[in-house]
């Protein structure tokens, strides 16, 4: 229901612009977030959305060079990634979080996820 796109392969300092389309149901209602995982490591938070208080909320890693939007014509949300550096090489998911407990940060908190997409940074 979720399917991340816009992966790709970036010289360090460039851009990307990752996508998080929504099908069979609509998420515009329900605060969304963007995670990441690099080989080897556990699954990080990168940014989320409370499209309903208009709040976003962004890891220290990224602040300033990752931005989150949406469009809820599209039920899609966007994640603008620029000065991307190797350390952000990762595969990046998106998710959904329907249930009004748990922490933005916490990936027990959402409930519906994307299948990833690689971003790959290089040097």
């Known amino acids: 229901q979720l399917q991340a796109s816009g992966g790709g392969l970036v010289q360090a300092g460039g851009s990307l612009r990752l996508s998080c389309t929504a099908s069979g149901r609509t998420f515009s209602t329900y605060p969304m977030g963007w995670f990441r995982q690099a080989p080897g490591k556990e699954r990080e938070f990168v940014v989320a959305?409370?499209?309903?208080?208009?709040?976003?909320y962004y890891a220290d890693s990224v602040k300033d060079r990752f931005t989150v939007s949406g469009d809820n014509a599209k039920n899609t949300v966007y994640l603008q990634m620029n000065s991307l550096k190797p350390e952000d090489t990762a595969v990046y998911y998106c998710a959904a979080k329907t249930a009004a407990s748990g922490s933005y940060y916490d990936t027990g908190a959402y409930n519906y996820w994307g299948q990833g997409t690689q971003v790959t940074v290089s040097s």
């Open positions: 959305i409370n499209w309903r208080i208009g709040r976003t």
